[in-house]
């Protein structure tokens, strides 16, 4: 290597890349899941953004268990940081409560319900923003690409979190939450949370509980009844969705958290085309 390219090299990795990593961690600052405010008792205080939610989607497969008009038509909800501490969902659950009408179904005071992508982001968000606020003094090109890779590695889990469908993640539910909501629900309806990009999502899903199979699996024998729907694992039974509601906001905080993880990743990638651009001198 000669020593103009062993000048440049050396400035890279003293000057440019420390810079450019002190730019990520100055974009994953600004990310809601891991900023957050002091109160009064010197506990961490999380912003809270209250949003109304709109029924997108109606699939009534069992009109028996549900009214004919249509059921929910609104809610709200507040997310603090990565549960939801409010929620409240016009709907009617079916006809053993309130004669099968409009009702309003609410998260109890002092009752969450968790965001598990948020929480699953949040913990490899956490893990960047540690690693791009311990700059090291970089001995050779080699470790700089394997310190920049492995902060990337990370913001690309992330964003995938945050992009991948909400069922998937879902699956199987693992839902204790009956009890947190007034009235209480009954045992086959379930109500989940998720996010999807930068929308708030509120599954809400009557179940049908099926008996269990001599198949070598659950997946096979529902794939062999061919009038079973949409099929989920609740609490280890499997169930059939016989309805299913959707409710959708966006969340223009959970946007600029998308953004400034792009900005970041964008950082990232031009840090590792840099230091590749060595690879054959």
């Not at 290597?1 to 961690?25: F, H, T, Y």
């Not at 311990?134 to 890779?149: K, N, Q, V, W």
């Not at 699956?171 to 990009?197: D, G, H, W, Y």
Request: proline letters at 3%; one cysteine or more; charged letters at 20%.
């Amino acid at each position: 290597m000669s020593d103009p390219v062993q000048r440049e090299l050396q400035w890279l990795l003293s000057q440019s890349i420390p810079k450019n990593i002190s730019e990520v961690a100055t974009c994953l600052s600004g990310i809601s899941f891991l900023s957050s405010k002091t109160g009064s008792s010197g506990t961490a205080k999380h912003t809270s953004t209250q949003v109304d939610l709109v029924s997108t989607l109606d699939d009534n497969k069992d009109s028996s268990d549900a009214s004919s008009d249509g059921d929910a038509v609104k809610g709200t909800a507040t997310i603090t940081g990565t549960i939801v501490t409010q929620l409240s969902l016009s709907l009617a659950i079916s006809s053993h409560l309130n004669q099968g009408k409009l009702m309003t179904i609410y998260l109890k005071k002092n009752e969450s319900l968790p965001l598990r992508q948020a929480q699953d982001a949040q913990s490899y968000l956490r893990s960047a923003y540690r690693k791009s606020q311990s700059i090291p003094t970089f001995g050779s090109r080699i470790e700089a690409l394997r310190y920049i890779e492995d902060i990337l590695s990370s913001l690309q889990y992330v964003k995938h979190i945050l992009f991948v469908g909400g069922q998937q993640n879902l699956m199987p539910l693992q839902s204790e939450n009956t009890e947190k909501f007034a009235p209480a629900l009954p045992e086959n309806v379930v109500i989940e949370c998720s996010l999807r990009k930068d929308t708030f999502v509120t599954h809400v899903y009557w179940l049908k509980f099926r008996h269990s199979f001599k198949s070598t699996g659950i997946l096979d024998a529902f794939k062999k009844d061919q009038t079973t729907g949409h099929m989920l694992i609740h609490n280890g039974r499997p169930a059939e969705v016989k309805r299913e509601l959707v409710f959708q906001a966006q969340v223009p905080s959970v946007q600029r958290n998308v953004d400034l993880i792009d900005s970041a990743i964008c950082t990232c990638i031009d840090v590792v085309g840099q230091l590749h651009a060595f690879d054959s001198i």
